[in-house]
């Protein structure tokens, strides 16, 4: 395979170099209190969907509901997923 001709000064060079220096960003993570309320809002769309199969028509709030018992607990969960995005 040929080579390929490099000539000298071809290329700019720059006698200065530059001081980069790292830059540390904030790592103090996500704060309790929002890992609290996230996983307790999935938690409790999960619960909410569990107790409405299980015993939903048992449950006078729950049967007057209706079909919106699934609205609720599958809204609960997925704004409880949307915050994961936040999650550091």
Known sequence: MP???IVKGSLPVSSTTT??????????????????????LMAAGLLWLIV????????????????WNYGIGFGLFIVGLLMTMGWR
Request: proline residues 12%.
């Open 52 to 67: 409405n199969y299980l015993a939903g028509p048992q449950i006078p709030f729950m049967l007057q509901l209706g079909p």
């Open 19 to 40: 001081n980069r220096t790292p830059v540390k960003i904030n790592s103090s993570g996500t704060p309790l209190w929002y890992k609290i309320i996230m996983f307790g």
């Open 3 to 5: 080579k390929s001709k």
